[in-house]
């Protein structure tokens, strides 16, 4: 059994003027120890989803479909029980940890509040491990007495990974955890992760607009463009050989991690992501798509086989048969093998 699936997930946003469909028709696994990122532009829905899974957004947001924690919907727990999943069983690593933690609170009293909530470990025993959790992110045991203003963006950040780390999860979700940092101190973090969750066997969702970077944490990697699953599969197949065209511009907009000679000539995306209130019609990657076909402006294709492992959501991936068969779709050219 997987260690989390979600099946059909929805998020919809009520909003005065009407409902912004922020995550549409999402369907993932995530084995145990495993890691799998979530890559998208700006407004793409990977926060959302990722807010989704403890049930963390706002009164506004309805969500649809299932989210299975070890067999458990997350979606119809009860109140006490999603108290415990969270932090015990999943934490969550925000983006920019100057704004989630708390200003006026020692470090030393914010990493142990899970531990002390949960009734995990005495006042005393807490203390301990809060010196052990921050030893473990590569701070000095005396920083548990600072407040965060005290320390840099990178110590900061540490820190939050201290506080994921403090109940033992099986489950990290790290929403850009290295965004607001320099290339310098988010290759240290990154590799701090990247240990942290081998040595502790925790499985780890990690967002991100940077396709090289998830390729460099993660197992498997999904692909978002305007709320829905556009590809998936292992994740250096899919930054190294994108099967959809979405995926290929955002692998070509970043370099390789470590690899100055891969920033040459990166073509980047041109024009914006669709308003989620606005979706083109058919494919909502076709009014940006180098390789769109008349039928994507009226056809949206499903998440399709692309090779072992892998699917993408793009007419070119299906043979002409399966696109005749599968979707109506009339063929406009032979398929090709990399669209
Ligand atoms: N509280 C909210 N109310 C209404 N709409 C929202 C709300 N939060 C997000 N949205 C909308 O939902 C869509 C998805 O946003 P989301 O923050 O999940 O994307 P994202 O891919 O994580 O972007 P970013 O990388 O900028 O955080 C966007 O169109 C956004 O404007």
């Known amino acids: 059994m997987s260690l989390l699936e979600l099946r059909d997930v929805a998020v919809t946003y009520r909003v005065a003027s009407g409902e912004v469909p922020a995550v549409r028709g999402v369907s993932l696994e995530l084995a145990a120890g495993r890691a799998l990122g979530v890559a998208g532009e700006s407004g793409s829905g990977k926060s959302t989803l990722a807010m989704a899974l403890l049930r963390l957004l706002p009164k506004d947001a309805r969500v649809t479909g299932e989210i299975l924690l070890d067999g458990e919907d997350v979606l119809t727990m009860k109140w006490g029980r999603l108290r415990a999943v969270r932090w015990a069983s999943a934490s969550v690593v925000f983006q920019g940890a100057q704004h989630a933690l708390n200003p006026v609170r020692r470090i030393e009293d914010q990493i142990a509040e899970p531990l002390l909530v949960h009734g995990l470990a005495t006042p005393a025993a807490a203390r301990r491990k809060v010196a052990e959790l921050l030893e473990q992110v590569g701070l000095p045991a005396w920083r548990a007495r600072s407040h965060p203003h005290e320390l840099s963006g990178g110590q900061r950040q540490r820190v939050m990974i201290a506080m994921a780390l403090a109940c033992s999860p099986r489950l990290i979700i790290a929403d850009e955890p290295t965004?607001?940092?320099?290339?310098?101190?988010?290759?240290?973090?990154?590799?701090?992760?990247?240990?942290?969750?081998?040595?502790?066997?925790?499985?780890?969702?990690?967002?991100?607009?940077?396709?090289?970077?998830?390729?460099?944490?993660?197992?498997?990697?999904?692909?978002?463009?305007?709320?829905?699953?556009?590809?998936?599969?292992?994740?250096?197949?899919?930054?190294?050989?994108?099967?959809h065209p979405y995926s290929r511009a955002l692998a070509e907009a970043f370099p390789t991690v470590g690899d100055p000679a891969s920033r040459l000539a990166p073509k980047g995306l041109g024009g914006d992501p669709p308003d989620p209130m606005r979706l083109p019609g058919g494919c909502s990657f076709h009014p940006r798509c180098p390789v769109s076909l008349p039928s994507c402006a009226s056809r949206e294709v499903e998440l399709w086989p692309a090779g072992e492992s892998r699917t993408a959501a793009c007419v070119h991936v299906l043979s002409a048969d399966e696109k005749t068969e599968s979707t109506g779709i009339s063929v406009m050219r032979p398929a090709k093998e990399d669209a």
Request: with cysteine; aromatic share 4%.
């Open 179 to 243: 965004t607001a940092l320099d290339v310098m101190i988010q290759a240290q973090v990154l590799a701090l992760i990247r240990s942290l969750i081998a040595e502790h066997g925790i499985s780890l969702i990690m967002i991100s607009h940077d396709l090289s970077v998830l390729a460099s944490m993660c197992d498997r990697l999904a692909v978002m463009y305007a709320g829905r699953v556009v590809e998936s599969g292992p994740a250096h197949e899919v930054f190294r050989g994108p099967r």
